[in-house]
């Protein structure tokens, strides 16, 4: 029985809660958080589906756009800008491209600036997961004809943008929660890269890493679920097998090889810390400009063809940079070309605000740099044994791990692009290596660094939920306040004025006589002077009744408080007919969660020869004074 103390006419006894509470309240998981679940999953299958349709529509546009702006035809056919014969006039045309997206920004979203992660990001975190609907046309549209004019990124990016768009207006028009939202936003973002790419898995952990910030069933289920249908997407409509085909296959490397492909990591890491503070550093540059914004991307559309005309390989998409980068064939110029001149075109345009992606950029930037590093390896140390291509895929796999921080995305992105199984622990290594520099070398990421100058955080750590640990049972004391229905208000009113500690209390347990459980009562009610005061205290109940039982955890307890907005919840005992065993109060789960943080913050050995020294001392001085305060008090 609870030491709780209960009003019968003035003597405190003991009750017991009534044993027909409803199951919904008592039981942590209900069925219909099940169908809810598979109702979300459903909802972002059909999301993928139209953005898998949407991803080969991007692409066909950003042909139809290249075959236009560079070879004058109207065509669907793949083509590729770098091998155009305009001579210098095409500088005109990335010009032609930035001023068509300035105006689609000014008369259509602004929102269309950018590369479409960031602004994701944006949205989930600060306006519950709402993206204006024209995003999902506007966006697309605008990327097309800026790749297709030249514009140095890829189509990744802005199908990200696109679908996270798409799936954001299905939970608008739907009856859903923001969470709910949130995760059909991933879904189609998530499926879109998906689709343009076949990889789900990674798309599953970009997800994870940079759009849900949570790792539960809830929204790995139904992200899980349109990444698959977004990589089924990509096998009927584009063409099969890895996006970034490898001829020959990578042998596993030796250790000394292994430990080569870490350092390369690191000067890796280095370089993305670097990429990422000067596209910033650009970016800052035009913000001071004078000039309208609108005209921005015509002025990098300039740096974009003058580039393109000296190197006409950093024009467009480039996927097939990236092809004949991994093949370890290309010459060391046109690696060169592609590292700084590809780098510069990048950073300008984006820093210029046009509507373009990250990914394709950093991984030949990744690439080339990396394959540099392994020929000079491969020059300074031939026993190593070092592999061109596993360089270069290290190496844009590890520029897009600094650069985002998005750790385990960019590793199963590499395997899955190019099926190189073997390439695992080198991609680790590198990887880690790269995340350890940028982490330690930059606050902010080239996802988050925009936002982040607008005040919003980003979360950064996705450790268990403390309070989801911790049982009721864990912290329940037994103790706690009820209130028999048999009382008048009056009664409760004089013996509150005898007992001013409980005074303080926003809302009161009300039972029967023989334990059932009533309800609750807030003080408001309890104290207004509206009351015929001869009434029993049970007449004031207007809550449903409300309980936890020990197994829940204090997740669970914190959720029925907020849902029911109040601040205490009686503890009760499905195996003892549902009695009471306690009242838990917002005042334990802070305890508990106090208590709980002391695990990462207080540091303290377990085993050290010094502190069983120091015990015994301690020991023997205690002993000591004890005995000094005995004899004083003899004396």
Known sequence: MIKSRILNNGIPIAVSLNPTLEAEDIHPEKTGDKKRLLTIAALAVAVAVCISCIARLLVSLIDLVTNISFYGKFSLV?????????????????????????LMALYGSKAIRGHGIPEAMEQILTNNSKIRPAITYLKPLSSAIAIGTGGPFGAEGPIIATGGAFGSTIGQLLKITHNERKILLAAGATAGMSAIFGTPVAAIF?????????????????????????????????????VFPVKELIATPGSIA???????????????????????????????????????????????????YIAPRTLGVGYNNITDVLSGNVPISILLSLCLL??????????SGTSGGTLAPLLT??????????????YIYPQAGISIPLSALVGMSAMFAGASRALLTSIIFALETTAQSNALLPLLAGCSASYFVSFFFMQNTIMTEKIARRGIKTPHSYEPDILEKITISQVITGNGLAISEDNTIHEIW??????PAYNSNSYFIIASNEGMYKGI??????????????????????????AIDMDNSLRRAVELMARENVDVLPVVSKENNNSIVGILSYRDIISAYKFSMEEHEKKHPRISLKRRSLRILLRGQKLYTALRYKNEQND
């Open 78 to 102: 793949h083509a590729s800008p770098a091998n155009n014969t305009m001579g210098l006039f095409v500088i005109i045309v990335p010009v032609v491209g930035g001023v068509i997206v300035g």
């Open 206 to 242: 970009l997800a994870i890493e940079l759009l849900l910030f949570e790792f539960s069933p809830r929204s790995i289920i139904p992200v899980a679920l349109a990444c698959i249908t977004g990589a089924i997407g990509h096998h009927v409509l584009f063409e099969g097998g890895p």
């Open 258 to 308: 292994l430990a080569l492909y870490s350092i390369m990591g690191i000067f890796i890491g280095l370089a993305s810390v670097f990429i990422t503070k000067i596209v910033y550093l650009i970016e800052d540059s035009f913000e001071k400009w004078s000039l309208h914004w609108m005209w921005w991307p015509a002025v990098g559309g300039v740096a974009v063809g003058v580039i393109g």
């Open 342 to 351: 590809k780098f510069v075109s990048w950073s300008i345009a984006l820093g």
């Open 365 to 378: 930037i990744g690439g080339a740099t990396g394959a540099l590093a392994g020929n000079a390896l491969s």
């Open 494 to 499: 004089d013996w509150l004025d005898q007992e």
């Open 521 to 546: 009562i807030s003080s408001s009610s309890l104290f207004s002077r509206n009351h015929i005061t001869d009434k029993p205290i049970a007449t004031l109940i207007q809550r449903k009744n409300i």
